[in-house]
């Protein structure tokens, strides 16, 4: 297997002019501030972080669809800001995107084929009308989208049957990267279950790596083999799925996992759960010190004023918090005493 | 125990000169004072429109409630005179919304919406009911009531708006207390926190909740008695624990295998497959079986009854015919009378 990173993020700062109020002085909103990490091939990497924290964001510079502020985005090796026009569209053919709201981002004029084959005629691809046709049969296979739907439009499906056609579209260039803003959390659970099975085969059979962007970590444990915490614009965790939820060492990402309802009333009876106090600060005022000081229960002193970096807390684990190692700590699996 | 609400084979259609959606049809369960229920089921599944029928807020037409009961301690709401209804409607049965931003006035202060359900239903100067208004925000947990009572919504983050709401809701003490998707909008870490509220708020107040919501997680943590909802109709209802544990509908069971959980990885979701139907279009038998692991020959043509099983659960499939002591049928209300 190829070790080199399919994309990798370095520094990358994005800065935003707010003003307060009608002709109020400017202020700056750091959404994205100071993030770095790599998505190998094949791999499948989850940023998760609630409202604000800056992830859609980070979705949109990967595509290079916003420009940072600071900082690169490579994919393949190659700093996709240095490119532009030609050069920068041949390589976004190499990197897609499923959209969260089947509703919006599928074109109501366009029936299902144009929409899924809009992109050869952008890109050139697929003249021939029998390879074409055999290409687009495979697709429709795949993405278990029945033919008779080619000539209809959005309108007419429902949301799971929808994003369908949107992944089916994000897939018809034949991509290495595929980033997923929230693709599942317009649905129903059990449309939910079909899309998360369908991009669970996907990318097995196409190889693909994913770059997945979610406030929900269920789907996440589901789908992704390492994840990236955010909060209020950078990572504050990033482990592998396993270690993150069983053993996390940033005080933020125990208290997510603990918020998140469990689907099993004989476990939701027993767990103690830790409830933050507050709400996520402004993103125009951030607290000083450690972002998430004033809603962290392991508060100490040097937290109000120091700024914690990423730092491993064992071989491929990083955290962002000082007060490590929380040797008194309780892991997530010790909450729920089964 | 006396239920507190009843509702009996309740009938919700809307009617257009087009056609009929059989929104809610046939809708039966018992609310104890205290207690927890939540309506669970899929976008479409009636569980909001069978709320509306009890506060007699749908607009009608389209909105028809073509038969059944509900019984508020023993009184027919149906059947209440609309001025009766005011006096019951937001004093003894209150209710919040998903979007507290959108079920509140932007233009006037929080205070002054808190006050007026107050005014409206006690009879008391404006002074007090401000007075009132301020002390009930501190009880939901707002920092500085003294001050927020004067802020506009637009103010207040979306967690305290869903406070403010629950302030609004319980400033007449009710005796139910309906909540759809109360927590839909919110952050994990802000859902945790309303969730919590609720269940502290429920025992003081001794109120009895009935809670609209698609995510199971919630339902494990919040619910004593569950009722599922397909299609418009209910398919089973049963005690949590008894619904998770073994749960008697294939819908149910579907439901709850295709959720992940962040305490599990499971390699596949165990997703239904199809849609659900069309409430427009009618149909005969089971809606379910067209998506039914288990369908027998009769569910597509006999629509299956209430089964009533041990332990005082129901379902409505007919594979648990041989094991119930009694059938019903889901139009049937407390008279006999269809």
Same mark, same amino acid.
Not at chain 1, 16 to 43: W, Y
Not at chain 1, 208 to 220: G, N, T
Not at chain 2, 30 to 40: E, I, M, N, W
């Given at each position: 297997?190829?070790?080199?990173?399919?994309?990798?993020?370095?520094?990358?700062?994005?800065?935003? /002019?707010?003003?307060?109020?009608?002709?109020?002085?400017?202020?700056?909103?750091?959404?994205?501030?100071?993030?770095?990490?790599?998505?190998?091939?094949?791999?499948?990497?989850?940023?998760?972080?609630?409202?604000?924290?800056?992830?859609?964001?980070?979705?949109?510079?990967?595509?290079? /669809?916003?420009?940072?502020?600071?900082?690169?985005?490579?994919?393949?090796?190659?700093?996709?800001?240095? /490119?532009?026009?030609?050069?920068?569209?041949?390589?976004?053919?190499?990197?897609?995107?499923?959209?969260?709201?089947? *509703?919006?981002?599928?074109?109501?004029?366009?029936?299902?084929?144009?929409?899924?084959?809009?992109?050869?005629?952008?890109?050139?691809?697929? &003249?021939?009308?029998?390879?074409?046709?055999?290409?687009?049969?495979?697709?429709?296979?795949?993405?278990?989208?029945?033919?008779?739907?080619?000539?209809?439009?959005?309108?007419?499906?429902?949301?799971?049957?929808?994003?369908?056609?949107?992944?089916?579209?994000?897939?018809?260039?034949?991509?290495?990267?595929?980033?997923?803003?929230?693709?599942?959390?317009?649905?129903?659970?059990?449309?939910?279950?079909?899309?998360?099975?369908?991009?669970?085969?996907?990318?097995?059979?196409? &190889?693909?790596?994913?770059?997945?962007?979610?406030?929900?970590?269920?789907?996440?444990?589901?789908?992704?083999?390492?994840?990236?915490?955010?909060?209020?614009?950078?990572?504050?965790?990033?482990?592998?799925?396993?270690?993150?939820?069983?053993?996390?060492?940033?005080? *933020?990402?125990?208290?997510?996992?603990?918020?998140?309802?469990?689907?099993?009333?004989?476990?939701?009876?027993?767990?103690?759960?830790?409830?933050?106090?507050?709400?996520?600060?402004?993103?125009?005022?951030?607290?000083?010190?450690?972002?998430?000081?004033?809603?962290?229960? *392991?508060? &100490?002193?040097?937290?109000?004023?120091?700024?914690?970096?990423?730092?491993?807390?064992?071989?491929?684990?990083?955290?962002?918090?000082?007060?490590?190692?929380?040797?008194?700590?309780?892991?997530?699996?010790?909450?729920?005493?089964? | $125990?006396?239920?507190?609400?009843?509702?009996?084979?309740?009938?919700?259609?809307? +009617?257009?000169?087009?056609?009929?959606?059989? %929104?809610?049809?046939?809708?039966?369960?018992?609310?104890?004072?205290?207690?927890?229920?939540?309506?669970?089921?899929?976008?479409? !599944?009636?569980?909001?429109?069978?709320?509306?029928?009890?506060?007699?807020?749908?607009?009608?037409?389209?909105?028809?409630?073509?038969?059944?009961?509900?019984?508020?301690?023993? =009184?027919?709401?149906?059947?209440?005179?609309?001025?009766?209804?005011?006096?019951?409607?937001?004093?003894?049965? %209150? $209710?919040?919304?998903?979007?507290?931003?959108?079920?509140?006035?932007?233009?006037?202060?929080?205070?002054?919406?808190?006050?007026?359900?107050?005014?409206?239903?006690?009879?008391? !100067?404006?002074?007090?009911?401000?007075?009132?208004?301020?002390?009930?925000?501190?009880?939901?947990?707002?920092?500085?009531?003294?001050?927020?009572?004067?802020?506009?919504?637009?103010?207040?983050?979306?967690? $305290?708006?869903?406070?403010?709401?629950?302030?609004?809701?319980?400033?007449?003490?009710?005796? +139910?207390?309906?909540?759809?998707?109360?927590?839909? @909008?919110?952050?994990?870490?802000?859902?945790?926190?309303?969730?919590?509220?609720?269940?502290?708020?429920?025992?003081?107040? =001794?109120?009895?909740?009935?809670?609209?919501?698609?995510?199971?997680?919630?339902?494990?943590?919040?619910?004593?008695?569950?009722?599922?909802?397909?299609?418009?109709?209910?398919?089973?209802?049963? @005690?949590?624990?008894?619904?998770?544990?073994?749960?008697?509908?294939?819908?149910?069971?579907?439901?709850? %295998?295709?959720?992940?959980?962040?305490?599990?990885?499971?390699?596949?979701?165990?997703?239904?497959?199809?849609?659900?139907?069309?409430?427009?279009?009618?149909?005969?038998?089971?809606?379910?079986?067209?998506?039914?692991? +288990?369908?027998?020959?009769?569910?597509?043509?006999?629509?299956?009854?209430?089964?009533?099983?041990?332990?005082? =659960? $129901?379902?409505?499939?007919?594979?648990?015919?041989?094991?119930?002591?009694?059938?019903?049928?889901?139009?049937?209300?407390?008279?006999?009378?269809?």
């Amino acid at each position: 297997m190829n070790d080199r990173p399919i994309l990798e993020v370095k520094a990358l700062r994005k800065r935003f /002019l707010a003003s307060k109020g009608l002709f109020g002085a400017k202020t700056e909103i750091k959404a994205v501030d100071g993030v770095s990490f790599s998505v190998m091939p094949r791999e499948s990497f989850a940023v998760v972080g609630e409202s604000g924290c800056g992830k859609t964001t980070l979705g949109k510079l990967v595509l290079a /669809l916003e420009e940072p502020t600071s900082g690169q985005v490579f994919f393949d090796g190659v700093d996709m800001s240095a /490119l532009t026009g030609r050069a920068l569209r041949k390589l976004r053919r190499r990197i897609q995107v499923i959209f969260q709201d089947p *509703y919006s981002s599928l074109n109501p004029r366009m029936t299902v084929e144009s929409i899924i084959t809009e992109p050869w005629i952008i890109h050139d691809m697929h &003249k021939d009308p029998a390879a074409r046709a055999k290409k687009l049969a495979k697709l429709l296979d795949d993405c278990g989208i029945a033919k008779t739907f080619l000539t209809r439009h959005p309108h007419e499906f429902s949301g799971g049957q929808r994003q369908r056609v949107g992944i089916a579209r994000a897939l018809a260039l034949d991509p290495e990267l595929v980033v997923a803003d929230e693709p599942v959390s317009a649905l129903d659970v059990s449309i939910q279950a079909q899309i998360l099975n369908l991009l669970k085969d996907l990318q097995q059979e196409r &190889k693909l790596a994913y770059f997945f962007i979610s406030h929900d970590f269920s789907v996440v444990r589901h789908l992704c083999t390492r994840i990236a915490v955010m909060y209020l614009g950078r990572i504050v965790e990033t482990a592998d799925s396993e270690t993150l939820f069983n053993d996390p060492q940033h005080p *933020y990402t125990e208290a997510l996992l603990s918020a998140v309802p469990v689907p099993d009333p004989s476990i939701e009876k027993r767990r103690k759960r830790i409830i933050l106090t507050g709400d996520v600060p402004s993103p125009l005022k951030p607290p000083m010190g450690c972002h998430f000081h004033p809603r962290c229960r *392991y508060l &100490k002193d040097s937290c109000r004023t120091q700024d914690p970096s990423l730092a491993e807390a064992r071989p491929e684990h990083l955290a962002a918090c000082p007060v490590l190692p929380f040797k008194d700590r309780r892991s997530n699996a010790a909450l729920i005493a089964i | $125990m006396e239920p507190v609400l009843s509702v009996r084979g309740l009938r919700t259609h809307f +009617v257009t000169p087009e056609r009929t959606v059989q %929104a809610v049809d046939g809708l039966t369960y018992d609310l104890h004072p205290g207690k927890t229920l939540a309506v669970v089921g899929e976008s479409g !599944s009636g569980k909001s429109v069978h709320a509306l029928s009890i506060l007699r807020l749908l607009p009608q037409p389209p909105a028809k409630v073509m038969a059944g009961e509900i019984l508020f301690r023993g =009184r027919d709401l149906l059947k209440m005179p609309p001025e009766e209804m005011r006096g019951i409607r937001g004093d003894r049965i %209150a $209710m919040i919304f998903q979007e507290p931003m959108t079920s509140l006035n932007p233009v006037l202060r929080v205070g002054e919406q808190i006050a007026e359900a107050i005014i409206l239903h006690q009879k008391v !100067s404006k002074e007090k009911a401000w007075a009132k208004a301020a002390d009930l925000l501190g009880k939901v947990g707002i920092p500085h009531p003294e001050e927020r009572v004067h802020d506009y919504p637009h103010q207040f983050s979306g967690g $305290m708006r869903q406070r403010a709401m629950i302030a609004i809701a319980l400033s007449c003490e009710p005796d +139910v207390l309906i909540a759809d998707e109360p927590t839909t @909008a919110l952050d994990v870490t802000i859902q945790a926190q309303i969730l919590e509220l609720m269940k502290d708020l429920q025992r003081e107040y =001794r109120m009895a909740i009935i809670l609209i919501t698609h995510n199971i997680g919630v339902v494990a943590e919040m619910a004593d008695e569950v009722v599922v909802m397909y299609a418009g109709r209910p398919v089973e209802n049963a @005690a949590v624990g008894d619904l998770f544990k073994d749960p008697r509908h294939p819908y149910t069971k579907g439901l709850l %295998a295709s959720v992940p959980s962040i305490y599990e990885r499971k390699e596949r979701l165990a997703a239904i497959p199809g849609q659900p139907p069309d409430l427009g279009d009618g149909f005969t038998g089971c809606p379910f079986a067209p998506r039914c692991p +288990v369908v027998m020959e009769r569910c597509s043509t006999q629509d299956p009854p209430q089964f009533h099983l041990k332990g005082g =659960r $129901m379902t409505n499939c007919w594979n648990a015919e041989d094991e119930s002591e009694e059938r019903s049928h889901r139009f049937e209300t407390s008279r006999g009378d269809r």
